[in-house]
């Protein structure tokens, strides 16, 4: 796991399109627990999964 401590954000392609990870959102000095109120809950291939989106 400690690979992962080296990055704030991964920039990937999918076979669904660009996915940014971002481990430190701007704007969030709560971190999750401050996000998830206002995410999207849905399903991805069987997953139940919770989606924070900017408009860019």
């Known amino acids: 796991m400690e690979n992962w401590a080296q990055y704030d954000t991964l920039h990937l392609i999918t076979s669904f ?19 998830v109120p206002e ?6 291939e069987g997953q139940s999964v919770v989606v924070i989106s900017v408009q860019t």
């Open 17 to 35: 399109g660009p996915l940014d990870i971002v481990f430190f959102p701007d704007g969030a000095p709560n971190g999750y627990s401050g996000l």
């Open 39 to 44: 995410a999207t809950r849905g399903s991805l």
